[in-house]
């Protein structure tokens, strides 16, 4: 029988976990038709061959926490999202940390482009409500990769409450959880909330609770940014830490609700948090013990992008820009980040500014940034969350670890209830995060070789098999008869990245190959997915 495609001689890695083992694979309409033994190798052929000699043959990587659906609107979205490619990523899951494109109501699209700001590259029509309706739209644009999506309990809360800070009555309660029943019923893999945000920040766990229910019945899971990450924060009050206390809120939840948890970028910020991380990867343990459905992911740097807002009190969010603009609000918000000052000089990296005349302090720490605005480093925080109007984008560092000391991030990332994602925001405005660019070659040449932290085959089950199940992604993330032609080919022992926080782009080495729906978009470690849109909408399995 002669085949679309006919991948021979390489090592397969097939994302179960399992033992590599030599096998050719043959690939017809999108989707592996046959695992080819050694021995019927010269029994069959293909309309064209890949020689994967010395190489590894994986499934495409699934990122399952990305915030590219604010990209994916975008006619350009495969020019940004190609860094995506060039790694192995064949399949991302958006609509993290509580805010999706959908579902929405459409006349709250003010607030939502306020939102999502710091993850668009550009305000663009919101030309649908629901799950099902937007992804028909992308559908017909065309897609450069899979996507699935997460219903966002921040988009929701805001669609139905607006800038309310008040707890929901059960009327809006029940508008909340109709949207999250419907984004379900449309196939979304189940709804995502982001507690370090506004409105996610305010909302108690009963909220949470209820509108995870729904998700937990139609078969979804629960994702959460937690309320803390760090040993101390505003928004708990008890000696125990608080992402400790964050991590049992939401298993309890999790547990109430009867709903898979997935705890999103598990991290541990500031110094004195990196010494709580057995005591929280216990918890997970526990929980799990207990029957409890929980595992977390982790990207594997001690840095990430997030909001100039995510530093500022909850109190403050509503009002953020009348705030910043008085008087009276900026010293009341500069007396409240004053035990920031140090964190925020060394750690708080600038990566876009929103107005291009402070585009000069794109990628600059706020130290740097302080000296040349003659400001304290608090005072310049506050001045280009206010010149930017609340919406720039800053890399926060000492993220589970520093450049010498990565005790907290590896003991994350080899733990068994751990999956890998990347968690970048990628437009292609202002200085990049290294992760859009190298997150997987990282994990597999740093980590997995260099260091052996982990075998091959559990890396690539964290990278494939395993977002595929958490994230009910049928016939995806394995190397399986009948499963869709997804794959990553790469060289075991030149892969890695040079990506960091000073050349954030620097691409990625060792990748061969990548293959998605049984289309090439990268062949022979060059380019070649112009004008390709062979991803698909996928819906929960």
Same mark, same amino acid.
């Given at each position: ?12 890695? @097939? ?21 080819? =033994?050694?021995? !019927?190798?010269?029994?069959v052929s293909a309309a064209r061959e890949i020689d994967a000699t010395g190489l ?59 939102? &999502? ?34 219903? &966002? ?13 008040? =707890? ?38 009963? !909220? ?178 206010? !010149? ?66 982990? &075998? ?39 892969? &890695? ?32 997915? @112009? ?11």
């Open positions: 029988m002669e085949y679309d495609l006919l991948i021979r001689g390489g090592t397969v890695v @097939d994302g179960s976990g399992a033992p590599r083992f030599r096998a050719d694979v043959a690939v017809s309409g999108g989707r592996i038709e046959k695992l080819v =033994e050694p021995a !019927e190798a010269s029994q590894v043959v994986a499934p495409g990587f699934i990122d399952p926490h990305s915030h590219s659906d604010w990209i994916l609107p975008l006619a350009e979205h495969p020019e940004i999202l190609r860094p995506f490619l060039l790694q192995g990523v064949t399949t991302f899951v958006g609509g993290n940390c509580g805010f999706s494109t959908a579902p929405i109501r459409r006349e709250r699209h003010g607030l939502l482009d306020g939102s &999502g700001q710091m993850l668009s590259d550009r305000i663009f029509e919101w030309q649908w409500e629901q799950v099902g309706e937007f992804g028909a739209y992308l559908k017909r644009a065309g897609l450069a990769l899979n996507v699935a999506h997460l219903a &966002g309990h921040g988009s929701i809360r805001l669609s139905v409450m607006g800038l309310d800070d008040g =707890e929901p009555s059960p009327e809006q309660l029940r508008a909340m959880c109709a949207m999250v029943e419907r984004a379900m019923e449309d196939g979304a893999v189940g709804l995502s909330t982001g507690l370090g945000y506004f409105p996610g920040m305010i909302a108690k766990p009963a !909220e949470l609770r209820a509108m995870a229910e729904v998700a937990g019945r139609a078969g979804g899971v629960l994702t959460s940014h937690l309320r803390a990450y760090s040993v101390r924060s505003l928004m708990f009050s008890s000696d125990v830490p608080h992402n400790l206390l964050a991590v049992r809120e939401m298993i309890d939840v999790a547990r109430a609700a009867k709903v898979p948890l997935q705890v999103s970028h598990l991290i541990f910020v500031g110094r004195r948090t990196w010494q709580t991380v057995d005591e929280v990867l216990r918890e997970f343990e526990r929980a799990a013990e207990s029957g409890a459905d929980v595992t977390f992911d982790t990207f594997p740097y001690t840095a990430g992008n997030t909001t100039i807002r995510v530093l500022f009190p909850a109190w403050s969010q509503p009002e953020m820009p009348a705030l910043l603009a008085s008087a009276e609000g900026s010293a009341r918000l500069r007396d409240n980040f004053r035990p920031l000052a140090t964190f925020i000089h060394d750690s708080a990296q600038l990566m876009w500014a929103i107005k291009p005349e402070l585009g000069e302090f794109e990628g600059k720490f706020f130290g740097e940034i302080a000296e040349r605005m003659k400001l304290d480093p608090v005072e310049a925080y506050l001045t280009i969350a206010r !010149e930017s109007g609340t919406r720039a984008r800053v890399m926060l560092h000492l993220y589970s670890g520093d450049s010498s000391d990565e005790h907290a991030l590896r003991a994350a990332m080899a733990h068994r209830q751990n999956l890998f994602e990347m968690d970048t925001i990628l437009t292609s405005h202002g200085f990049h995060n290294p992760a859009s660019f190298g997150t997987y070659p990282r994990i597999l040449g740093h980590y997995v070789r260099e260091l052996g932290l982990l &075998g091959l085959e559990d890396a690539i089950h964290k990278m494939t098999g395993l977002p595929a199940a958490r994230m009910r992604l049928g016939g995806r993330g394995l190397i399986r008869a009948g499963y869709a032609a997804d794959l990553t080919i790469f060289n075991p022992s030149t892969i &890695g990245s040079e990506a960091d926080f000073v050349h954030p782009m620097a691409p990625a080495r060792g990748i061969e190959h990548v293959i998605v729906n049984g289309r090439a978009v990268v062949a022979e470690s060059r380019w070649c997915g @112009d004008g390709v849109l062979a991803g698909e909408w996928l819906t929960r399995a």
